[in-house]
């Protein structure tokens, strides 16, 4: 596509339920990032895939957080037995690759509400 | 481990006045910097960035940047704004050479009055 394509748009869920959002970055790029932006916080780096690998997985703020990507594409970030405070925006961006400094491009984001 | 400071949370002005934001960041090495906008509803999109070489940079709708080493800045300025410009606008930093992850700076909210 065009751009990248985040899903669902909004997403409001029970506190304790699992949450699984869904990042399509533009195609052939290799790198993608996921970013949380919560109010009064600003945007939190919180992984980067470089194709189907993860190496630092230290910016998730906890073991309830996970992410993965498959042929070198989708990814997705999964939220298990959510809490209040994991409500925010999360982010997702591509680029080329993760070592050349090409620009992000980011998605509009996934706004998640913890009830 | 690298941070970004916007000192302006909030910034109001009349349309044509002149806009400067201020961005620190704090890094031992060398930085890409970066400035992002978001327009109310739409994504983050890039406005301007830096790697190397003149440190006037020159972005998309008259704006631009200035890196100044010595100060570690990297403000942001616009001649005469317009009411379009409402948004919120991000500064962010990457380790030059070292991978793309940004550390984003807080955010400036700037309202421009019609």
């Known amino acids: 596509g065009a751009g990248v394509s985040q899903s669902p748009s909004n997403k409001v869920t029970e506190k304790g339920k699992d949450v699984e959002l869904r990042c399509d970055p533009i195609?052939?790029?290799?790198?993608l990032y996921w970013y949380r932006q919560s109010l009064g916080q600003g945007l939190e780096f919180l992984i980067y895939?470089?194709?189907?690998?993860?190496?630092?997985k230290s910016g998730l703020p906890s073991d309830r957080f996970s992410a993965e990507r498959t042929g070198g594409s989708v990814s997705t970030l999964t939220i298990q037995r959510t809490q209040q405070e994991d409500s925010a925006v999360y982010l997702c961006?591509?680029?080329?690759?993760?070592?050349?400094?090409?620009?992000?491009?980011f998605g509009d984001g996934t706004r998640l509400s913890i009830l | 481990a690298q941070s970004v400071s916007q000192h302006n949370h909030h910034v109001i002005l009349s349309e044509a006045a002149s806009l400067e934001l201020g961005c620190n960041y704090s890094y031992g090495g060398t930085v890409n910097l970066f400035w992002y906008v978001q327009y109310p509803g739409q994504h983050l999109q890039l406005l301007l960035k830096?790697?190397?070489?003149?440190?006037l940079v020159k972005g998309i709708k008259g704006f631009e940047a200035e890196f100044i080493k010595s100060k570690f800045s990297f403000n942001l300025r616009k001649p005469s704004v317009q009411w379009s410009d409402t948004a919120e606008y991000f500064c962010a930093v990457n380790s030059h050479n070292a991978g793309n992850m940004l550390t984003f700076g807080g955010g400036t909210r700037l309202m421009v009055k019609p």
């Open positions: 830096y790697f190397s070489g003149d440190p």
């Open positions: 961006a591509s680029s080329r690759d993760y070592y050349s400094n090409q620009p992000q491009h």
């Open positions: 195609s052939g790029h290799t790198a």
């Open positions: 895939f470089q194709g189907n690998s993860a190496p630092d």
